[in-house]
């Protein structure tokens, strides 16, 4: 990754792929010591949703003020905390997409049982919703980019300006 491009859509796809493998891994071998898999409900929804608003809401709080439309300047601490926590959404979105593809993947072979389809529809649309924090993510590490100056040595920050750096 690197500082000035921040975390790249790659790095999501890798970490959802290592996670459902891993995860698949885990749930087979768990299945296979005589445990059951987990049970995925609503509730698993709240935090994913919250969090996905959460860091809209911050991103674009800071993208206002960077479009100089926001009238309270945010601090810097602030600005970097919106960012990595907009960088920890796209990266965690990413592992829990995995985590929930994979419950999907155990479930889908016994589909045609209702109560292996609830927990199958259940795991895609958690996939979904970690899919959803993902992309809230990137978009919110995208708000809070600074664009360059006319006085900038392209580092990406105007002159005088750390807020962000």
Do not use: F
């Amino acid at each position: 990754m690197n500082p000035a491009q921040g975390v790249r859509p790659a790095s999501g796809v890798i970490v959802a792929v290592l996670s459902a493998m891993a995860c698949w891994l885990l749930l087979q071998v768990m299945r296979s010591l005589g445990g059951a898999y987990p049970v995925i409900t609503w509730m698993g929804l709240v935090p994913l949703v919250a969090l996905t608003g959460l860091v809209l809401v911050m991103s674009w709080q800071i993208r206002r003020y960077v479009r100089g439309k926001g009238s309270l300047r945010p601090s810097p601490q602030r600005g970097r905390g919106t960012l990595v926590g907009a960088q920890a959404a796209a990266l965690g979105g990413a592992a829990l997409l995995g985590w929930y593809a994979a419950n999907a993947l155990v479930h889908l072979p016994d589909a045609d049982v209702s109560s292996q389809r609830d927990h199958l529809v259940w795991a895609l649309v958690h996939a979904g919703a970690a899919l959803a924090l993902s992309i809230a993510g990137y978009v919110g590490q995208a708000w809070c980019r600074i664009p360059p100056g006319e006085d900038d040595d392209g580092d990406g920050a105007p002159e005088g300006d750390l807020a962000y750096g």
